[in-house]
């Protein structure tokens, strides 16, 4: 009778990626272990390759390679700092994510806020920088001093960078003293870096009415509707990308959705349905850029690339194309851009500021996205006229500029 295959190996779809995992069976007790990331493995093995695994025979090889080293039942091996804080920022595998969403449903729900640490983690902080043999146990006050230190004098990344990777390290290595696996003993807190925000640039009334106008007439029409629909509405990028057809009313749009690229299709950030008011004739020419996708796919994006089939645009997408957009425009200068800090996201700060004063300012949040629960209980109860002054203040403030007739 042959022995049993030493793991099974199963297939997990996630928007558009494919994620293989592994259960194996302990050779001594016949039992099966939880579900194991191949791709964590693979950087188990000391194989950093980021390529997405997706062919049955890699996630195999690997597998038996895992084996092999000993990484799966290993003789209680004691955990590496570099490896605890991968498996800490890894969705697939954190169980401190899992035991927060046990707790407080949704507080920890993108998989994408996880990657963007782990990714500022591997850019920056992991080896060299973290000593490839350093044991999560052994970590000292002295120690995560030293990395801060050694942050600081590469001179790499700037202080609120380096103050949010040492936070992200600080939070993973608390659950692991909650968790007996540091001494209570060492002191986890380190003294924040003064830092200099980068304050969020925004254009003038006349920069931005030049580049508008420059756009309507010379862009292309989708980066120009998005600049005018986050203008209008304050629309996050993230809520752009998850735009549908059935979300674009006669002078409304509904935004229940945002995409990103871990996560896919999610609730807003927020996690709060709102309506915002939007004027017919950009509405009518959202439903018809969705319809012109020549492409086959789940959704009717109204932002549908061209690259990837009509499927999502990329998470760069507006943000790059409108400041390359800005730059032919003539309005500004590469070296301004930057030095100003304009992004696709001051458009957000834009309609905020021009749509406020004469608006009353919780309608004014509820729009823009910008809202605790108490405001959003008290939207419900606002009446038809709440949403009308955002539309007459849009027709007032913002399409004036625009040189917007129809």
């Known amino acids: 009778m042959s022995s049993p295959a030493p793991f099974t190996l199963c297939r997990i779809f996630r928007g558009e990626r ?27 093995l000391g194989i950093f390759d980021t390529t997405p695994i997706k062919r049955r025979d890699e996630a195999i090889r690997i597998c038996y390679k895992a084996l092999d080293a000993g990484v799966i039942f290993s003789e209680h091996s004691e955990q590496t700092l570099v ?9 697939e595998t954190s169980e401190y994510a899992k035991r927060r969403n046990l707790l407080d449903p949704g507080s920890i729900s993108p998989p994408d806020y996880l990657a963007t640490r782990l990714n500022l ?22 120690e995560l001093e030293r990395l801060q230190l050694e942050l600081v004098q590469a001179g790499a990344i700037r202080n609120t960078t380096i103050n949010m990777a040492m936070t992200t390290i600080l939070v993973a290595l608390r659950e692991a003293q909650r968790r007996g696996l540091i001494a209570a003993s060492v002191i986890l807190s380190v003294k924040s870096l003064a830092a200099q ?29 998005a600049c005018l629909l986050a203008l209008l509405t304050g629309m996050r990028a993230g809520e752009l990308r998850g735009l549908c057809l059935d979300a674009i009313g006669d002078g409304m749009i509904t935004i229940s959705q945002a995409y990103a690229d871990r996560a896919g299709l999610k609730a807003p950030k927020g996690k709060r349905t709102r ?25 009717t994006l109204v932002f549908w690339s061209k690259k990837h089939g009509g499927a999502f645009v990329s998470s760069h997408y507006f943000s790059e194309r409108f400041r390359q957009e800005l730059v032919r425009s003539g309005v500004f200068d590469q070296d301004t851009l930057n030095e100003r800090n304009i992004t696709f996201h001051s ?8 749509l406020r004063g004469t608006v009353d300012e919780h309608v004014l949040r509820m729009t823009i996205g910008h809202s605790s629960e108490q405001l959003s209980n008290l939207y419900t109860h606002l ?19 625009l040189d917007s007739k129809t």
């Open 197 to 225: 925000h980068l304050e969020r640039g925004i254009l003038s009334e006349q920069e931005l009415s030049a580049f508008m106008q420059y756009a309507k007439v010379y862009s292309e029409k989708r980066i120009y509707l």
């Open 347 to 354: 458009l957000r700060h834009m309609a905020n500021t021009l």
């Open 18 to 44: 494919t994620y293989y995992y592994a259960l194996f069976r302990d050779p001594d007790t016949g039992k099966r272990t939880n579900k194991k990331s191949v791709e964590m493995l693979r950087k188990r």
């Open 121 to 142: 983690l591997e850019n920056h902080v992991f080896p060299p920088r973290i000593y490839t043999n350093l044991l999560l146990s052994k970590v000292t006050l002295a």
């Open 383 to 401: 009446s038809q006229r709440g949403l009308e002054s955002v539309q007459l203040a849009q027709q007032n403030m913002i399409l004036p500029l």
């Open 275 to 299: 309506v915002v008011p939007c004027p017919v004739f950009v509405c009518e020419a959202l439903r018809s850029l969705a319809l012109d996708n020549p492409y086959s796919h789940t959704h």
């Open 83 to 91: 490896g605890y804080l991968r498996e800490f920022y890894t969705w």
